[in-house]
């Protein structure tokens, strides 16, 4: 069987980002040194990586050894310099690293959080990543001023949902912050756990909170899947793609 040719999409305008807002991506931050000397030592042996020289001198990756972290500049001037690339990122913007990762064409998510009596927070996200099978585990990230934040980061368990194409409407929703996430126009539930759990979605997952790391300006979740379901009804999911959300398309729909 030949497979159909890649699909076009449509995009659809998306408001500017808000507090929790959709496709945020945490830059991870590439370390490098000029004029330092090797780094990460145990007892006087190198154990770093070399990355790179400048004057013949070699700058190496820090390493950690018995919960010890190892590797430092060669000198002030030196560590100052590390520092600096490690947190910005060694040639590149944050512009660029945005438009960059904007072509990376994603699923839409909502993650939802308050057990019980609790009140139900949400955020709309597309860093959802399967992690494993055998535990099944699920990642997203949350960023850290998120008006969701300190809920996830008290959460046991959360809500995942993954979002049709006829949802536009519930990612904008969740992409901003307000009490208009669980307004009138969302049609939702308490499920497993007394978690809020939106209605209609493509599928579901109940997580069980496993670690809360920061990472940047976001914290990366991993979570234990414990309960899974999927929409009777055949749908299709929602993409967001450079900015916008997006529709998949088939040959069948004669495009």
Not at 110 to 127: D, K, L, Q, Y
Not at 144 to 170: C, I, K, M, N, P
Not at 171 to 178: L, M, N, S, T
Not at 236 to 242: G, N, T
Request: glycine letters at 14%; aromatic letters at 4%; one cysteine or more.
């Amino acid at each position: 069987m030949t497979a159909p040719a890649a699909a076009p999409h449509v995009p659809v305008p998306v408001p500017a980002a808000g507090p929790d807002s959709i496709g945020s991506t945490p830059a991870v931050p590439t370390a490098g040194t000029t004029g330092g000397t090797a780094a990460g030592t145990t007892g006087g042996t190198a154990v770093g990586t070399a990355a790179g020289a400048t004057g013949g001198t070699t700058a190496g990756t820090a390493g950690t050894i018995g919960g010890t972290t190892a590797g430092t500049a060669g000198s002030a001037a030196a560590g100052t310099e590390a520092s600096a690339a490690a947190g910005t990122g060694t040639g590149i913007g944050a512009g660029l690293y945005r438009s960059v990762m904007r072509q990376h064409a994603k699923g839409v998510a909502v993650i939802t959080a308050g057990e019980n009596a609790a009140p139900p927070h949400g955020f709309c996200a597309t860093s959802l990543t399967s992690v494993s099978l055998d535990p099944p585990l699920v990642s997203f990230t949350v960023g850290l001023h998120a008006a969701s934040w300190s809920a996830v980061e008290a959460a046991r368990h959360v809500a995942v949902h993954l979002l049709t194409e006829g949802q536009e409407d519930t990612a904008r929703r969740f992409a901003h912050g307000g009490p208009a996430k669980f307004g009138r126009a969302t049609r939702w539930h308490r499920g497993a756990h007394g978690l809020p759990v939106l209605d209609d979605a493509l599928a579901s997952l109940i997580v069980s909170v496993v670690q809360v790391m920061p990472v940047g300006d976001h914290a990366l979740v991993i979570g234990r899947v414990i309960e899974a379901a999927l929409t009777p009804a055949p749908a299709r999911p929602l993409i967001h793609h450079d900015g916008a959300f997006a529709h998949l398309a088939f040959p069948s729909d004669g495009l």
